[in-house]
Each structure stands twice: as C-alpha cells, then as structure tokens.
C-alpha cells in the first residue's frame, strides 16, 4: 500500500449517485464527524454494517424523509474514516435538502474523486486500484469493465508488486557486492547476476503486454480521418458506426467542423473524428474547419488518409503527407473502389499500409476494422487482463529502460555502482504505479478527474 494513517481532521460530504429522479438518491459523508451527524439527523447511531430503516431529521426535528442509513466506523470503511450512508428517495429537492443539513452539520462538499483520495491516504487502496475506480465508471464495454474490476480487485498491483519483489532481491545483491569488494565478487562472472537481470526483463516486458491490452481496453484509439473534400470521409464515418451520423452529399466542403463519434469494434474502443475537406480556395469557414483537422491530426493515434480512387493520388495527397505529424501512424485508405473496380484488401503503397474500400457500399470495412485492431495490438481476449492507463505503461517501459542501461553498464564496464543506480531509478519508475512516492501534482492530476461522490 501506499501511505497510512494519515490524519483526517474534516469531514466531506456529496451525493454519491447521479443528480437527477430516481427511485435512490444516496447522501456519503466520511470523516470524524461522521458519527455526530448521523445523531442530529437520526436520533441515533445506526448498528456499525446493518441497514436501518429510519427517519431523516432537519433543524427543528421535522421529518425531510425516511430512507435507509448505513454506519461503517473506521478503519473498517471504504476511505477508512468513519462513513456514512443516507440512502434516501431520488427526488433532486429531497436529496439537496438532507445534503444541506449535513452541511449545516460542520461538513464540507466533498471534493471530485475525494472519498477515493482518502481511501488511498488511509492504505485502504493503491494507486492504480483509486484509478480502477474511475475507469470502471466510465468504462465504455464489458470487456473493459471486468478488466478494471481485476485492477480493483489488486490483480495489477499484485503483478507490479512481484516486479518490485525482483528488483529488490537483484539490488540487494548488487549492493552488497558493491559494499563488501573483500568478497570479490566477479560481475562478468557471476551469470547468476545476469540470469536474474534477464528474468526481470522477462518479466516486466510480459506485464507490460498485458498491460498494453488493458489500456486499448481503457483508453481506446482515436483515428482522425483527413482528405480531400468528397473523398468520402463521411461515408466512411458512418460505414464505422453502422449509422447515418454524418451527412453525405455530393456538395464539396459538407462538412465545415469536426464530427465525433465513440464506437466499439469487438470491445475495443474507437474514438473516430471526421474532419472538413482540405483544400485551397475555400471560404472563411470551411478555412476554420481545416485548421481545426490539422489540430486534431496532431492528436491523433492513427491518421486515415482518404483517397479517391476514381482520380487516384494527386499532388494533393502527397503533399497531406508531407504535412503530416511523422510521429503518426498514417494509413491511406483508397475509396470508392466499387466504381474503379480495383479489388478490397490490405497492402502496401509508398511505405504506408494500404486499404481498398467502398465506404458507401460497406466493402472492405472489416478489413480496415481488423487493421486498426491489430494496429493497436488488440487481440479481444480478456482473460488475465487488467485495466491500465498510459502512465503506468510509460513507468514501465522506463523501468525497463533503466534495467537494460544497468546490465550494459555491468557487461561492458564492468561498473556495478552504475549498476545499482540504474536499478535504484527503476524501482522509483514502478514505485509511481501503486504511488508509493511523493508527487502531489500527478495525484491532484489523477483524482480531480473523478466524479464527485467516488
């Protein structure tokens, strides 16, 4: 775990369910007031895990509603402070009214992704468990959903923690041999040393490909589609999400601003963005609607270039790819094949991976469906994945980094104190998965994401 025990001294309180009507509304307050206030309002102290009916009091002793009430005394709670739970009728003026009260008790609003931040402080969670939390809420399939309930659950802190287990015991040894030299202990030589820097490696590079999996799952893939105008970039918008979500014509510069749309291909989630047609000449509209293509280009995971079969690749074309982010991933996509006759199917053209398709007769799209998947390393088996995020795969591959330096360092220098601060940086890279260091900026940038009430 992270950090414990740390002390609260104030009290929070939100609406833990989405504001609205609803049959259930629940009020959460957590701190060391917790106890108190469930006096004022209940006339007494609910049994510590059992749900009592009860009636929920205001100032002057009139009943605002009756509901359920829950009491979890600390440290036996979700945040590990004292916790309450008001579950009350989803009326928005009922549930603001017994918020009110609560507040009036000395509580203040809870802050977004607060109850959780507690949870971590308090050693009741880790890291990369708080930020389950927020990826299960907002996952956007069932595939992601079970493999956030796996990091919830500790899968992936238990996998990073068995890392950490290695990289200890390989800096002990190096440390040691370090601290006492009258050992003599040969580096070169010891190929028990290299066994166990190659197992390390081993196993970090294979966490880290399930861990790649778990982020597809998490994040998804945004592809902007760019081209030039009637190249079909709309139709190929609505040939992905299976719907008329954008309008098609056969008028140049339809589209004038950037067109969003979430889809799902065999659980992975595909963020698709239909952009204007880019070309000279146009009016000052359509002009804003080019600029904003280029900035969502640079956003991009994969860009697909749309090409008109029929007049083939021009000057124009060419010159979109010179334009191009080259840190992108770009593939061309040769439209309206059904008119050219050119066969459907994945190739190769000027070093780009080429697709032959026709967006408004549907043919080819699961091939392009299959790329993109397979673009990203999606293999749509679940089973022993976790939910992850960008950040632990960058203090993963950083770890790794460092390892490797190390055990160059070793091999061609024999330089074991250079060694062990390789390994020492490594294991502060893992550290920051489960947040066993000291950042506040990266944890107010994690929780404040969250939604109020978690």
């Not at 166990?196 to 589609?225: F, K, P, R, Y």
């Not at 270039?305 to 334009?323: C, R, S, T, Y």
């Not at 990203?376 to 795969?393: P, W």
Request: charge should be negative; glycine fraction near 8%.
């Amino acid at each position: 775990m992270a950090k414990k025990n740390v002390a609260i001294v104030d009290t929070i309180a939100a609406l833990a369910t989405p504001p609205g009507r609803g049959g259930v509304g629940i009020i959460r307050v957590s701190g060391p007031l917790s106890s108190s206030i469930a006096y004022a309002i209940l006339n007494k102290l609910p049994r510590p895990r059992y749900a009592e009916y009860l009636p929920f009091h205001d100032a002057e002793g009139d009943v605002m509603d009756v509901g359920i009430a829950l009491y979890f005394p600390g440290p036996n709670s979700f945040t590990g402070d004292d916790v309450l739970e008001l579950q009350a009728h989803g009326g928005p003026v009922v549930l603001d009214m017994i918020l009110r009260r609560v507040l009036g008790l000395k509580a203040r609003l809870a802050q977004p992704g607060e109850f959780s931040l507690r949870a971590f402080l308090n050693g009741k969670i880790d890291l990369a468990q708080a930020e389950a939390i927020a990826d299960l809420i907002n996952c956007s399939s069932e595939m992601a959903a079970k493999s956030a309930i796996r990091s919830l659950s500790g899968d992936f802190s238990d996998a990073i923690q068995q890392l950490l287990k290695q990289l200890i015991h390989l800096r002990v040894y190096v440390e040691s041999a370090i601290d006492f030299p009258e050992e003599e202990v040969d580096f070169l030589a010891d190929q028990q040393l290299l066994a166990q820097s190659q197992d390390l490696l081993n196993s970090i590079q294979h966490i880290l490909t399930i861990a790649q999996q778990g982020c597809v799952l998490n994040e998804g893939m945004t592809v902007v589609i760019l081209g030039q105008p009637n190249a079909g970039k709309s139709s190929l918008l609505n040939a992905l999400a299976g719907t008329d979500r954008a309008i098609v014509t056969h008028i140049p510069g339809t589209t004038r601003d950037v067109l969003r749309e979430n889809i799902n291909i065999d659980g992975m989630p595909l963020h698709v963005i239909d952009t204007a047609g880019l070309r000279i000449g146009a009016d000052a509209i359509e002009e804003e609607g080019i600029r904003r293509a280029w900035r969502e280009a640079e956003k991009a995971d994969r860009i697909l270039l749309m090409i008109d079969d029929v007049n083939g690749m021009g000057k124009e074309e060419a010159q979109f790819l010179q334009k191009l982010p080259s840190e992108i991933p770009v593939t061309l996509i040769r439209n309206k094949i059904d008119l050219t006759g050119r066969p459907a199917g994945i190739s190769r053209e000027q070093g780009f991976t080429s697709i032959a398709i026709s967006a408004q007769k549907s043919i080819g799209i699961d091939d392009l469906r299959q790329q993109l998947k397979k673009s990203m390393g999606f293999i749509g088996e679940t089973d022993g994945v976790f939910i992850a995020r960008r950040r632990h795969l960058d203090a993963m591959n950083r770890a790794k980094q460092h390892i490797e330096q190390g055990l160059d360092q070793l091999i061609s220098y024999q330089a074991g104190e250079l060694m062990a601060e390789e390994l020492r940086i490594a294991q502060e890279a893992l550290n920051e998965i489960t947040g066993e260091f000291d950042n506040e900026d990266l944890l107010g940038e994690i929780f404040t994401k969250f939604c109020i009430g978690k």
